[in-house]
T-cell receptor, first 111, second 113 residues
Framework: LAKTTQPISMDSYEGQEVNITCSHN???????ITWYQQFPSQGPRFIIQ???TKVTNEVASLFIPADRKSSTLSLPRVSLSDTAVYYC????????????FGTGTKLQVIP | SQTIHQWPATLVQPVGSPLSLECTVE??????LYWYRQAAGRGLQLLFY??????ISSEVPQNLSASRPQDRQFILSSKKLLLSDSGFYLC????????????FGDGTRLSIL
């Protein structure tokens, strides 16, 4: 399984754009990159998934360079409710998504 | 739409007692199912996953076992709980096939006394 490296924590002011970068040097050819958000005492919530280039949905964008050895989750204009832990996962090759959750990035949004 | 149910939300058990946590999924068929454990302030540790009825793969040798008696039912069990079994247990499902994101239940907070 590909290992991921993310910053342990980040602070941001309300209304700013937040970019969280994840390194995954050993990503396999068929692996997908998936980001989750977790609030205290809740299960992680799927945010966005991509394979290459850029993916955008209603809550975030995911930027993946051509070599796919890293990815950046972009949250536009964060609010206090975006304070959470964000996990970057790499995997999914084969018939099931066997992935490894790291410790994630704790994002603190400041008023 | 698909939903996942996990219960109970909290559980306090004495050391040496048995455990049974249940997870059910609605609105999909033949899902991949997962059990995770999360220690306080830590990431999620995959305990078991299943790609079909009766098919269980264990990721970490431990005091726990899992079973999948029905297509959309996943059960986490223990015959004798240890103090180290305390934690936040999460069930998740994904569509069959590679590259499918996982969708999590609300978790069970298990405290062993």
């Amino acid at each position: 399984l590909a290992k991921t490296t993310q910053p342990i924590s980040m602070d941001s002011y309300e209304g700013q754009e937040v970019n969280i970068t994840c390194s995954h040097n050993n990503i396999a050819t068929n692996d997908y990159i998936t980001w989750y958000q977790q609030f205290p005492s809740q299960g992680p919530r799927f945010i966005i998934q991509g394979y290459k280039t850029k993916v955008t949905n209603e809550v975030a964008s995911l930027f993946i360079p051509a070599d796919r050895k890293s990815s950046t989750l972009s949250l536009p204009r964060v609010s206090l409710s975006d304070t959470a832990v964000y996990y970057c996962l790499v995997g999914g090759s084969g018939g099931y998504q066997k992935v490894t959750f790291g410790t994630g990035t704790k994002l603190q949004v400041i008023p | 739409s698909q939903t996942i149910h996990q219960w109970p939300a909290t559980l306090v058990q004495p050391v040496g007692s048995p455990l049974s946590l249940e997870c059910t999924v609605e609105g999909t068929s033949n899902p991949n199912l997962y059990w995770y454990r999360q220690a306080a302030g830590r990431g999620l540790q995959l305990l078991f996953y299943s790609v079909g009825i009766g098919q269980i793969s264990s990721e970490v040798p431990q005091n726990l076992s899992a079973s999948r008696p029905q297509d959309r039912q996943f059960i986490l069990s223990s015959k004798k709980l240890l103090l180290s079994d305390s934690g936040f247990y999460l069930c998740a499902w994904s569509k069959e096939g590679g590259g499918q994101p996982q969708h999590f239940g609300d978790g069970t907070r298990l405290s062993i006394l």
